[in-house]
């Protein structure tokens, strides 16, 4: 269910990169799921830069609020403006219409620390998931 | 208001026997405010059909996790009530107030010999108000020595979402701690953040998970040799009541939820009381106003290096009177006994459904259990079906999604005043809504079924809140 042409995080965040480099950044359906429908997001503003595992914004749903931590480090260059308006659509297509932010990374090798579409399947079922 | 109808009257008014006059302001009447016009007999249905769809601890039974909905005994609003209580005011001469004052006198001895603590204040209004105050007192207190490297509090990933919110607002960056396997504190992750720029921990104690630490002691010392100091948040100390020596245990600064421990009206908004407690480190920044007897006249007195005002006079009074006059009626004994009814009662639920629910950490629990809806969830139901499936038999929903480090949590705490009558119906009720995820989980997505509003959409509510009608 998780596409595999991305990298994903241990804290449920996945990263799309594109062909010129820069990076989409959006929370996993197991992190949407487990939130809960979301109410609020904020986001960093554009030219933020943001270290690795590093805070990036916040989600706020009608259960909680939770963190959500930068895969990567890099700049913001864009952020998704109708994810901010209606959070909904980060639930309804958590990795399609409901991505966060685009970053432009400062080492685009570290992708490579990070786990593929079945690896982090794996990590969801030592989770009991 | 749809019962208005155009010409219809309240009150018959005498005929006009004065001259009469134009209003001076004509133009300043509002027209949108169209009054009802509706009979008295038609009002008094009005508000008590609508008071009567009030879920409340007077109507039916409450397990809110943490929130200690224990039942409040209306003697104590009929004291609260007595002129001598509510005909004077704040800043009328302390010689006409001498009996007010002796009350919170006494309720600040009483809080402090039931807890353990040394010293009290009287004037915080909520439980997170006594958060801040603890926070900004520890702050002097650090400032006063000198000590302005102290920058960080710990606060456990267990802990109620205000505590790093009030450190955060006494200036603090917040640091995590883990839990353990068992439930108790990261011992080791705890040493290895305690340094010299740790400003103090935030304990809860029991924790939140309902269990109590057995290494508070250790924890406090440790902090302690670090520099630092420990705030205990008394959200439960409904399960230590006359029986834990706080101060000896190493707790610095304290606050108490009247309006959870001693019962006094819950919910709705308030008012509140969350009192602050201290040792004798502390007592100088404690808050003002703190109330001193010298020759048998009561006053009002500023600590030495107090951290200052921190609300509107003297505090939330009436609900002080409530405090007092349930401390009084319980006397010592019944401090005891509610602390023990209250562990007993939710060791019970616990063992009588731990085989229904996913039982996170499975040893003897204090004043509350935490479940998980885990299994529950497999078979597509979640901890909120469940609370609102609870509706329909007349029980109003555990917290729930708290503690956030346990999945699906479903947070029960039966209070020491529910009867084995009541706690075993609920038992029953949780037994039959476990069968029902098996035979109808539908029942459960749709619930409730026989309330005034079914299921809300709760997050068109967030997300597009109407305030006003």
């Known amino acids: 269910m998780n596409p595999e042409d991305r990298y994903y995080s241990t804290e449920h965040e996945w990263v799309l990169a594109n062909e010129d480099k820069t990076l989409y950044i959006g929370i996993t359906e197991y992190a949407q799921e487990e939130l809960g429908d979301l109410v609020f997001v904020e986001m960093p503003t554009v030219g933020t830069v943001v270290e690795s595992m590093g805070k990036l914004g916040e989600v706020e749903s009608v259960k909680s609020v939770s963190d959500i931590y930068c895969p990567i480090s890099g700049k913001v260059i864009e952020i998704n403006q109708e994810a901010v308006q209606s959070p909904e659509i980060i639930n309804e297509d958590p990795y399609g219409k409901g991505w966060l932010v685009r970053l432009d990374p400062s080492n685009p090798e570290d992708l490579n620390q990070l786990m593929s579409a079945s690896e982090y399947e794996t990590f969801l079922e030592s989770l009991g998931h | ?469």
């Open chain 2, 1 to 469: 208001m749809d019962i208005s109808v155009p010409g219809r009257i309240g009150i018959a008014l005498p005929p006009l026997d004065v001259p009469e006059q134009p209003l001076p302001d004509a133009g300043k009447l509002r027209e949108e405010l169209s009054l009802p016009e509706v009979s008295q007999g038609e009002v008094i249905r009005y508000f008590t059909n609508l008071s009567q769809l009030n879920f409340s601890v007077d109507t039916n039974y409450y397990p809110l996790g943490s929130c200690t909905m224990k039942y409040n005994p209306k003697i104590n609003n009929e004291l609260a009530s007595l002129p001598g209580f509510t005909e004077i005011h704040p800043l009328q001469d302390i010689e006409t107030t001498q009996g007010a004052l002796e009350l919170m006198y006494d309720l600040q001895n009483l809080l402090a010999n039931i807890v353990g603590m040394e010293h009290a204040g009287l004037s915080t209004v909520a439980g997170a108000h006594g958060e801040l105050t603890g926070m900004l007192m520890i702050r002097a207190y650090h400032d006063s020595k000198k000590d302005y490297r102290r920058s960080i509090v710990l606060v456990p990933d267990s802990a109620h979402g205000t505590n790093p919110a009030s450190a955060a607002m006494a200036g603090y960056t917040v640091m995590s701690i883990p839990s353990d396997k068992n439930g108790n504190m990261d011992i080791e992750i705890l040493k290895s953040h305690c340094t010299e720029e740790t400003a103090g921990i935030m304990l809860t104690l029991p924790n939140t998970l309902g269990l109590f630490d057995p290494n508070i002691v250790e924890i406090c010392n440790y902090v302690h040799e670090c520099g630092g100091l420990v705030y205990g948040d008394g959200a439960n100390m409904n399960a230590l009541l006359g029986r834990a020596h706080m101060s000896t245990i190493g707790f610095d600064v304290l606050h108490l939820n009247l309006h959870k421990t001693f019962s006094t009206p819950h919910g709705g908004g308030g008012p509140g009381a969350g009192p602050v407690l201290c040792n004798d480190r502390l007592a100088s920044f404690l808050p003002t106003p703190i109330i001193a007897k010298n020759n048998d006249l009561y006053s009002l007195e500023t600590p030495s290096a107090s951290i200052g005002k921190i609300g509107g006079f003297h505090g939330n009074f009436g609900i002080l009177v409530r405090a007092y006059a349930y401390i009084r009626s319980m006397g010592k004994q019944g401090m005891l006994d509610i602390s023990e009814n209250a562990v007993i009662n939710a060791n019970y639920i616990l063992a009588r459904l731990k085989d229904d629910y996913y039982l996170p950490y499975d040893r003897n629990c204090m004043h509350e259990v935490i479940f998980s809806a885990k299994p529950q969830r497999s078979k597509g139901v979640r901890a909120l079906d469940i609370a609102k499936r609870l509706i329909d038999y007349g029980i109003h929903p555990p917290t729930m999604y708290f503690p956030l480090i346990v999945e699906e949590a479903l947070m029960i705490e039966p209070t020491e005043s529910e009867s084995k009558d009541t706690l075993d119906y609920f038992i029953s009720v949780m037994q039959e809504i476990a069968q029902e995820v098996e035979s109808n989980p539908q029942i459960l997505k749709d619930a409730p079924h026989n309330t005034p509003n079914t299921r809300l959409d709760e997050a068109k509510a967030a997300r597009q809140p109407n305030l006003r009608w």
